[in-house]
Nanobody, 119 residues
Framework: QVQVVESGGGLVQPGGSLTLSCVASGTIARFYRMGWYRQVPGFQRELVATITSNGRTNYGVSAEGRFTITRDNAKVAVYLHMNSLRPEDTAVYSC?????????????WGRGTQVTVSS
């Protein structure tokens, strides 16, 4: 069984920084891609950033220039370094592990961690 666990969320002031961590454990067939998504109640989940096992990154519009995603392949872990945070970044941030590009490839979600940006 695969577990994906996020940590690092919390309350931060506007303009501040925060780093989220996501670690996957269990019998993982392959680390193809991991990434962060966020969701605000009543709105659709949106892409924040993803990174493949060979380091290729993809960022959502809201994250460009402010957030950086990094990985640790040995630990099957990814980190989201968030700077210049804004109140509109407030959301539940969830981590997703993908084991392949094919539609039938298993993927796993964590439960999410709350990020609140407020003064």
């Amino acid at each position: 069984q695969v577990q994906v666990v996020e940590s690092g969320g919390g309350l931060v002031q506007p303009g501040g920084s925060l780093t989220l961590s996501c670690v996957a454990s269990g019998t993982i067939a392959r680390f193809y891609r991991m990434g962060w998504y966020r969701q605000v109640p009543g709105f659709q989940r949106e892409l924040v950033a993803t990174i493949t096992s060979n380091g290729r990154t993809n960022y959502g519009v809201s994250a460009e220039g402010r957030f950086t995603i990094t990985r640790d392949n040995a630990k099957v872990a990814v980190y989201l370094h968030m700077n210049s945070l804004r109140p509109e970044d407030t959301a539940v941030y969830s981590c997703k592990l993908e084991t392949g590009l094919a539609v039938e490839s298993p993927y796993y979600w964590g439960r999410g961690t709350q990020v609140t940006v407020s003064s």
